[in-house]
């Protein structure tokens, strides 16, 4: 599976929402994350995010987002098209250890 990671948060462009052909993006307020058991692994999706935030589950250190895609897949609603990036999404892009503040 793919996952979404840290620097989605704040940003939710949504670019891969477009893309992904079985619709396992899931929204939160402040980002997306993936469906593990519903993704395909096709690969399209990581490369349309402008902030470089999909990730395949067997790169180092994923296994926070693994288990963070996971859960809130199921609690947060689907998402099957694109919509406008939260306001701050070109200064929040790059900086670091979003998640920490994620919740605050
Ligand atoms: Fe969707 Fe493919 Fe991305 Fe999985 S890898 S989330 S199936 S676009
Ligand atoms: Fe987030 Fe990138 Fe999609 S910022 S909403 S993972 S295009």
Request: a negative charge.
């Amino acid at each position: 599976t793919y996952v979404v990671t840290d620097n989605c948060i704040g940003c939710k462009y949504t670019d891969c929402v477009e893309v992904c052909p079985v619709d396992c993006f899931y929204e939160g307020e402040n980002m997306l994350v993936i469906h593990p058991d519903e993704c395909i692994d096709c690969g399209v999706c990581e490369p349309e995010c402008p902030a470089d935030a999909i990730r395949p589950d067997t790169d180092a250190d994923m296994d926070r987002w693994v288990t963070f895609n996971a859960r809130y897949a199921e609690l947060w609603p689907v998402i099957t098209a694109a919509r406008d990036p939260l306001p701050d999404a070109d200064a929040r892009d790059g900086l670091a250890n979003k998640l920490d503040t994620l919740f605050s």
